[in-house]
């Protein structure tokens, strides 16, 4: 039943939502355009259309491309970094990619992934368009190996160091299409399959790995 703000939403954010539509290729929309106001209409439009339907995809949500602003100074050799993100506007989800598909294809792949997390514990996607309030994960269950979990930074995500948390994946570490060639490296290093941990959390892979490897390798 659509009240009277998704009406709202609907007609004026109509035109410029489709406006704003990503189109197939490596465009982007420009940065900015009049400050913030036309993701905020592009929210609105998303949110108001939503009410037409309840198995939210994540076509149905606001989804911008942008280019990053990178230096040699801040982050090292270009060629080396994703080059672009994509995120779901009013929501900290991102994707990136070394173009602007790409990026759009890594947050895909991460929506489907919070979302099938949501459901198998009970919890609802938020609205498209809806401000999702960001929240700080914990870090209990990485607490509980912290020499592993530094070893495990240092020898598989290849990193002097990075705040990892028990909602950390693998895919928050990488911009490819699977992870199978961390599975490999995992394995490779301590002798331990996990590659049926879909989800790639590193909590979980960290645990596997205490409980079944002796790490003597």
Request: hydrophobic share 40%; charged share 25%.
């Amino acid at each position: 039943m659509l009240n009277r703000f998704s009406i709202f939403s609907i007609v004026s954010g109509l035109f410029l939502g489709l406006y704003m539509r990503h189109k197939a290729g490596d465009k982007v929309f420009p940065t900015v355009w009049f400050g913030r106001l036309p993701n905020r209409f592009y929210a609105w439009w998303k949110r108001g259309v939503s009410h037409l339907k309840s198995d939210w995809t994540i076509n149905d949500y606001p989804v911008r491309a942008r280019k990053q602003n990178l230096t040699e100074y801040d982050v090292g050799r270009l060629e080396n970094q994703p080059g672009y993100y994509a995120y779901i506007v009013n929501w900290s989800l991102t994707g990136f990619g070394t173009s602007p598909s790409d990026a759009r294809a890594a947050l895909a792949t991460k929506f489907e992934e919070v979302k099938r997390s949501r459901l198998q514990d009970g919890l609802d996607l938020p609205r498209p368009g809806q401000q999702v309030p960001i929240v700080f994960a914990s870090n209990e269950l990485m607490d509980n190996y912290p020499e592993l979990a530094d070893d495990f930074i240092s020898r598989v995500l290849g990193l002097d160091w990075a705040f990892v948390s028990d909602e950390s994946t693998l895919w928050d570490f990488h911009t490819e299409q699977s992870n199978n060639a961390l599975f490999k490296k995992i394995e490779e290093i301590y002798g331990v399959d996990v590659s049926d941990v879909e989800s790639g959390n590193i909590s979980r892979i960290i645990a596997r790995i205490a409980t079944t490897s002796d790490r003597t390798q």
